[in-house]
């Protein structure tokens, strides 16, 4: 497989599609604005005007957008990826959305001969960068299997988690995890602040102990020096959290830690603060 259509140009599609670039791959790109593309353009990308342009006669297509109702407008209807992809082609949406949806897609890309994954990616725009995502993928196993190449560009970590909805239903598991980390790690700073320990010192202390996880290695220092710059969206991790509670629920699990995590989000997005990282949860404890 040569011919990539990637739709969805942000945060960490951009760096995504540069990767499959470097590896080889023709990207075809669509974005909603078209200005976002113009890195991978200037790069050699093809730009096409539509999603149905972006996902007619390519071996794969890549979706990586915002919401679930983003997902649903690029795969279904007249100009969607299901009635413009080519018989045969894998469909790969990479966006973290709802495994209802995920299973929907799967169903309706088979019945056009289609191949549909859903791979949901962790490792924020520095993994994205780095080529060094963890991507979770459901489907079929000769599916995943067939499209190793294409993973393999973007991330180091992948795995294969089963039927269709699967890699959605690991991404929420993953999400769940995080939303208690990265709050314990905006308490732990925000105890070291105003107890008057130097932060950083703090953070290297037990960052290598018990203590220690991604959310503290890298956005503890973020949250320590103010720097709010979104390596993944506020807003985004609240849509997260909130499909992981709707699937807890459908089953009669209670999460009250995601449930209270996702309050406090919401909270900074009602001040504004929805279009930040999530490292800005530390803003939450300020007094």
Same mark, same amino acid.
């Given at each position: 497989?040569?011919? +990539? ?8 599609? @951009? ?10 791959? =023709?990207?075809?790109?669509?974005? %909603? ?14 730009? !096409?005007? @539509?999603?149905?342009? !972006?996902? %007619? ?15 649903? =407008?690029?795969?279904?209807? =007249?100009?969607?990826? +299901?009635?413009? #992809? ?17 299973? %929907?897609?799967? /169903? ?26 963890? +991507? ?5 196993? /000769? *599916?995943? *299997? ?12 992948? %795995? ?22 990265? !709050?314990?790690?905006? /308490?732990?700073? @925000? ?32 949250? #320590? ?14 849509? *997260? ?33 929805? *279009? ?12």
């Amino acid at each position: 497989m040569k011919k +990539i259509g990637f739709i969805g140009i942000g945060v960490m599609g @951009s760096a995504m599609a540069l990767n499959l670039m470097k590896k080889g791959f =023709e990207v075809s790109v669509y974005t %909603r604005t078209k200005s976002k593309a113009d890195k991978l353009i200037s790069q050699g990308a093809q730009w !096409c005007g @539509s999603v149905g342009e !972006c996902a %007619r006669n390519k071996d794969a297509v890549i979706t990586i957008v915002g919401y679930p109702k983003d997902v649903e =407008e690029v795969y279904f209807g =007249e100009n969607g990826i +299901i009635e413009n #992809a080519k018989e045969g082609s894998y469909i790969i949406d990479m966006t973290t959305t709802s495994p209802k949806l995920s299973e %929907r897609i799967f /169903e309706a890309a088979a019945a056009k001969g289609l191949k549909a994954l859903d791979a949901p990616v962790s490792g924020g725009d520095i993994g994205a960068e780095k080529g060094t995502l963890a +991507i979770m993928v459901g489907g079929r196993k /000769e *599916d995943f *299997d067939a499209c190793a190449d294409i993973f393999g560009a973007m991330g180091t970590n992948i %795995r294969y988690e089963g039927k269709a909805g699967s890699g959605q239903h690991v991404k929420m598991a993953n999400q769940i995890a995080i939303a208690g980390t990265v !709050c314990g790690v905006a /308490e732990a700073v @925000s105890y070291a602040k105003v107890m008057g320990v130097d932060v950083n010192i703090m953070l290297d202390t037990i960052s290598s102990g018990a203590a220690g996880s991604w959310q503290m290695s890298n956005n503890g220092p973020k949250m #320590a020096s103010g720097d709010y710059a979104p390596g993944f969206f506020i807003k985004h991790f609240i849509k *997260d959290m909130k499909i992981a509670d709707e699937e807890a629920l459908s089953k009669g699990l209670s999460l009250t830690v995601l449930e209270d995590v996702c309050a406090k989000f919401k909270e900074l997005e009602s001040k504004g603060m929805g *279009d930040l990282g999530t490292q800005a949860i530390i803003e939450y404890y300020k007094k």
